[in-house]
């Protein structure tokens, strides 16, 4: 079945003041629209049309090489907004606490210094792409990656990205892409990133 954009988990205004109402609409409804109608493009016809996107994700070499880039760039764009909405939502931010507080603490030294972390390889990352806290089988990692490219795709489990591409907030904050990322994190969904790594870790 042809892939689709997920509904929004709560209303497009729901994280303001940090992620403003209309860049909410943008984002979902026009730029992930655009990755799943170029995605599903990609792999109509293939034996892969079908397959859940993390599993063509995690397969991208076994892919018809003419597919591989737009099913890299649109399914994984796919794939990783589909989880970015999640990782979102009112009410939220804080800091972690139980099993995954705990692994954040032995990981990077406290929740501030793996804050820091994310936000440097967000601010670091050179023109669109992601950061992310992924479990890599063996522990917690911050890493950064290029254009909609998913850890997946490399054998890692995300547990929580920031998307820092200019359209996630160039309409609220233009260039200060830090800005952005400090506000982001008043919107994350713990109890979900939670909910991820007791599966994994
Ligand atoms: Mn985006």
Do not use: C
Not at 164 to 177: I, P
């Amino acid at each position: 079945m042809a892939y689709e954009v997920p509904p929004l988990p709560y209303d497009y205004s729901a994280l303001e003041p940090h992620i403003d109402e209309e860049t909410m609409h943008l984002h979902h409804d026009k730029h992930h629209q655009a990755y799943v109608t170029n995605a599903n493009a990609a792999l109509e016809g293939t034996e892969w049309a079908d397959k859940p996107v993390e599993e063509v994700l995690k397969n991208l070499g076994a892919l018809p090489q003419d597919k591989q880039a737009a099913v890299r760039n649109n399914g994984g764009g796919h794939y990783n907004h589909s989880l970015f909405w999640e990782w979102m939502g009112p009410s939220a931010g804080g800091e972690p606490d139980g099993a995954l507080g705990e692994a954040i603490d032995a990981a990077f030294g406290s929740f501030q210094d793996f804050q820091a972390r994310l936000k440097d390889a967000g601010v670091k990352q050179f023109g669109s792409g992601w950061a992310w806290l992924v479990h890599d089988g063996s522990g917690l990692q911050v890493v950064s990656t290029p254009n909609q490219d998913s850890p997946i795709s490399q054998g890692q489990t995300p547990l929580l990205g920031v998307d820092v591409w200019e359209h996630s907030y160039y309409l609220k904050y233009q260039n200060r892409r830090p800005d952005y990322i400090d506000a982001w994190w008043n919107t994350v969904n713990w109890s979900k990133v939670a909910e991820e790594f007791s599966k994994v870790g």
